[in-house]
C-alpha cells in the first residue's frame, strides 16, 4: 500500500536525512541501542541519527495512543511491540513520519527538542533488535542451491524436490549477534582427501553467505498453520544477514541430518529492522518460473503473492582484507545480486514453515538463503565465486581469496531503489574474520 | 560420586517415598508446576508428592546459603538455578535429602510443616521446567541410524561419517511440549509414488521417537569450546524426550539440509529434570566400539568418559489405543531399550556441539536421537518396529499399527536399577495424538 509516508518530495528537517544512503524519512526501520549512561532501548534511524523512542514516549508531542506504541517500541527489545501486528507498526511510523517532516503536523514541537530525542548513531551502540527464540535458515536462491549443490554432489546439483518444498533447516539462535561482532574461525572435523578419518582443525574453508532477514511479528498459535493469503501481515520486518559457514566441515557433516557445526558458530544481522511499509514501493511480482516448471502447490499459491510476493532490492557484498585495511584501502565490492532471485516468496515461505501446524513466535527470525542470480558477479558465497575455491577471485589489492582469510572484513549491504521514490537501505551488516586461535576476539567498530 | 544420598538404607517420611518406581529420596528431581491459585514455581519430586521450594525457602528451616539457592529454584522457570552449576545443585538436593529423610537433620521441622512443604502431585499441573532457547538434537543411536538409513536410503544405511562426527541437526523449540499436551497429526508435502509432484495433506506415516534429554546448565562464551573434560559439568540434568516425526515428509524434504517440517511441529518432554547426581550411580563405561571402529577424535576422548560416560537405564515404549482405552485396557508396551546403546556419550556431544565456538546458555535442550537397540523389541521408533510400515505390529487388542492413529497415546518413561541402589525414574513424558482436523486439541490430562 503506498501512501503519503513514500512521497519522494516530503522532505525532513533532520540534517542529513534527506538523500540518505540507507535512512531517509521514507525508512524510518526500528532498531535497539544504548548511547552513553542509557541502557539499551527501541530507537528508529533518520538520516545519521537515532529517534530515541523512550524520549519520544515521554515527550508530551504525541497523542496517547501513539506514545503508548512509542513507549512499548522503547523496550530493549522490539519483539512485544512487533507482536501487536501491522496495524500498530503502521499507526507509529505514521506518527514518527509527521513529526519528522518539515511540514508534517507536530514537526515543530518535535524540532524544539531534538537535542532531546536525536542521538547521534555513530555515538551510539546498536543491539540485536529482538530477542530471537528460533531461527530458521531457507534455501530459497535457486541459482545458489545449483550453485551449492554442484559442489556437494556434482552429479545431482538441484534435488527433485526443489521446486516444490521451500527447504529449510532450523539454525542457532544463540549465536546471532548484531552488526560489527568478530567471527572467531571455527574449528570442527574436516574431511581429508582420500582418507576415511577426518583431522579436527580450523576451517580452511570459511564462507559467508549474503541472506535477507525476516523478522516475525505476529506469532500463530500451535497447530493452526498461517494461509499464505494471511502470511504477509504476520512479517514484521527486514533486515540483512550473513550466514557464516565452513565448507569443508559441512562437506562432511551435512549427511543425512544437514549441516550443524558448520553453521552454528556465527550468525550476522544488520541492527535496523526495515517495516515492510518502506518496502511496499520496491514490491515486483514474484520470481517468473520456467516454462517446465510446476506451479506452487494450492497453499503456497496466492494470487497477491504472485503479483507482488517479491521484492527489488540490491545487495552488495563488499570485503576488505588486513592488508587493504592497512593501506587505508576502503572495501572492494566483490559481488551484487538482488533479492528478486529468491524462488519462493516470504509469504511462501511462512505458509510453508507452519504447514505443520509448528509455532512462530514474534522476534523469531528465517533466513532466506542465499541470494544469487546467475552471473558469476551476483552470487551470493565464495564457494559460488571459486567454485569451491578452485579458482580464486583476484583482488584490486593484488591479493587473491579462495576462501576468507583472518582479518577479513565482509560488508553486507543494500538498497532499494525505484524512479519516483526515495531510495532506502538496510544499513550495515559486517563482521570480521578473527583468527582460531583468538579468545574471545575485540568487536571491531565498538 | 557417590556419596550417602545414594544410600539405598535411607528412609524418606513422606509417605509413598520409599519404593517410589520413579521418585523416591534418593532421586529429587526438579521440575515447575503449578497448584490451585499459585503460580508456577520449582519444586522437587518425592513420592507421589511435590517439595513446593518457594515454601520451603521461606519456612526457615534451612540455612541462609540453602534458602537462597531454593529461593533460586523456586522461580517459574529453572535456567537461572541450573546456570549456578554443579555445586550449587548438589547442596540444594543434599539440604532436601536432609529434611526428607526419616534420620535427617530438620527432618523434624520439616515434617512438622509437611501441609505447607507438600503438594499432591496428582492436584497439581507441570510446565515446561526451563525456558528453552535452542534445542539440539543429535543422532546417537547407531543401531537407529542404521535402520532409519535403510528406510530413506536402502544401499547406504550407515553413512561414512557417522563414526566420527556425532551428527545432530538443530530443532525447533517453539513446539517443545511438557508431558500430556496433545500433539496434532501434522499436514505437509508427502510424496506420491511414482509421481514427480507431491501432494499436500496430514501425514499418514506419524512416528514416535524415544530419546534422553540432556538440559544444559551452565553454558559457555561464544567461542570457546568446552573441551571433553569439562562437559560433564555443563550438564544440568536429564529428561525423557519424544521427537515426533513425519515420516513420509520427511522422506520427502530432508536432501539437502536435514528434516525440517516432518519435526518441527512438536516435541514433548518429561517434566521432571533428573540431576546428574541422582544418576551417578548408573554411569557405567561408554558404548564399546566394534574391532573395526575408529577411535574418537582426540577432542571427543577423555579417559573418565570411556570408563563412566555410558548411562545404563530402561526406557520402556507404552502405547494405549483409542479402542484399548475405551475399553478400559491399560496401555501395552510395545518395546523396551536402554540408553547405553548410544554410541556417542552426552560428554561427546557437548563437546562437539561447542568445537566450532557455538556457544550453549543454561536451559538449552539436546536431544540424544532415538535409542535403540539391536533386536527387533527393543527399538525407539515404529519405523523401525515395522520396517518403514511395511510390517505392521499386531497389539493385544487385536489391533495393528504400520504408524501412529489419531486417537493414540504414547508413553515413555524410564528406569535406572542397580543391585544395592534405590531404582530411580524419570516419570512419564505422554502424548496423545489429535486428529488433522482438530483445532487446538485439547490437552488430556489436565
Redesign the interface.
Known amino acids: 500500500m503506498i501512501d503519503e509516508t513514500h512521497d519522494a518530495t516530503r522532505r525532513s528537517w533532520v540534517a542529513g536525512a534527506d538523500g540518505h544512503a540507507d535512512f531517509p524519512l521514507q525508512n524510518l526501520p526500528l532498531g535497539v541501542f544504548s548511547c552513553g549512561a542509557d541502557g539499551p532501548r527501541g530507537g528508529m534511524a533518520i538520516g545519521d541519527d537515532i529517534l530515541d523512542l523512550a524520549e519520544l514516549a515521554g515527550a508530551g508531542i504525541l497523542d496517547a495512543g501513539a506514545a503508548a506504541l512509542a513507549r512499548t517500541a522503547a523496550a530493549p527489545a522490539l519483539n512485544a511491540f512487533l507482536a501487536l501486528g501491522p496495524a500498530a507498526r503502521r499507526a507509529l511510523r505514521r506518527a514518527v513520519f509527521d513529526l519528522l517532516a518539515v511540514d508534517g503536523a507536530g514537526s515543530q514541537a518535535a524540532r524544539q527538542m531534538s537535542t532531546r530525542l536525536l542521538k547521534p548513531a555513530r555515538a551510539c551502540t546498536m543491539h540485536l533488535p529482538v530477542s530471537i527464540?528460533?531461527y530458521?535458515d531457507f534455501?530459497a536462491g535457486i541459482h545458489h542451491a545449483t550453485n551449492a549443490?554442484a559442489q556437494?554432489?556434482p552429479n545431482e546439483p538441484l534435488?527433485?524436490?526443489y521446486k516444490?518444498?521451500p527447504?529449510?533447516?532450523?539454525?542457532?539462535?544463540?549465536?546471532i549477534?548484531v552488526d560489527g561482532a568478530a567471527v572467531?574461525r571455527?574449528?570442527?572435523?574436516l574431511p581429508v582427501s582420500g582418507a576415511?578419518?577426518?583431522?579436527?582443525a580450523a576451517t580452511d574453508q570459511l564462507d559467508f553467505e549474503a541472506e535477507l532477514g525476516v523478522v516475525i511479528g505476529t506469532g500463530n498459535?500451535?497447530?493452526?498453520?498461517i494461509p499464505i493469503g494471511a502470511a504477509r501481515e504476520h512479517v514484521g520486518g527486514y533486515c540483512l544477514l550473513n550466514d557464516w559457514s565452513?565448507r569443508d566441515?559441512q562437506a562432511?557433516?551435512?549427511?543425512?541430518?544437514?549441516?550443524?557445526?558448520?553453521k552454528?558458530?556465527?550468525t550476522t544481522i544488520s541492527p535496523w529492522i526495515v517495516s515492510p511499509e518502506a518496502l511496499a514501493p520496491f514490491r515486483r511480482q514474484a520470481f517468473r518460473r520456467g516454462a517446465g516448471d510446476?506451479a506452487p502447490?494450492?497453499?503456497l499459491d496466492d494470487e497477491e503473492d504472485r503479483s507482488s510476493g517479491g521484492l527489488d532490492c540490491e545487495v552488495t557484498i563488499g570485503l576488505q582484507t588486513a592488508a587493504m585495511r592497512g593501506s587505508g584501502t576502503p572495501p572492494v565490492t566483490i559481488s551484487t545480486t538482488n533479492t528478486a532471485y529468491l524462488y519462493w516468496t516470504v509469504a511462501q515461505m511462512v505458509a510453508?514453515?507452519t504447514?505443520?501446524?509448528?509455532?512462530?513466535?514474534s522476534g523469531?527470525l528465517l533466513g532466506t538463503g542465499t541470494i544469487s542470480g546467475p552471473a558469476p558477479d551476483s552470487v551470493g558465497s565464495l564457494m559460488e565465486m571459486t567454485h569451491g575455491g578452485r579458482e580464486p577471485i583476484a583482488l584490486p589489492s593484488g591479493e587473491s581469496r579462495r576462501f576468507l582469510e583472518d582479518g577479513d572484513l565482509v560488508i553486507l549491504s543494500a538498497r532499494c531503489t525505484r524512479e519516483g521514490f526515495s531510495s532506502i537501505g538496510f544499513g550495515a551488516c559486517r563482521g570480521m574474520v578473527?583468527s582460531a586461535a583468538?579468545?574471545?576476539?575485540d568487536i571491531p567498530g565498538r
Open positions: 527464540g528460533d530458521t534455501y549443490g556437494f554432489r534435488l527433485g524436490n516444490y518444498v527447504i529449510a533447516y532450523h539454525g542457532r539462535s544463540s549465536s549477534q572467531r571455527p574449528a570442527g572435523q576415511r578419518a577426518p583431522v579436527h498459535p500451535m497447530g493452526e498453520p565452513a566441515i562432511w557433516e551435512y549427511r543425512p541430518l544437514g549441516p550443524f557445526t558448520a552454528n558458530f556465527a510446476p502447490l494450492a497453499y510453508h514453515h504447514v505443520s501446524g509448528c509455532n512462530l513466535r523469531d578473527a583468538s579468545r574471545r576476539p
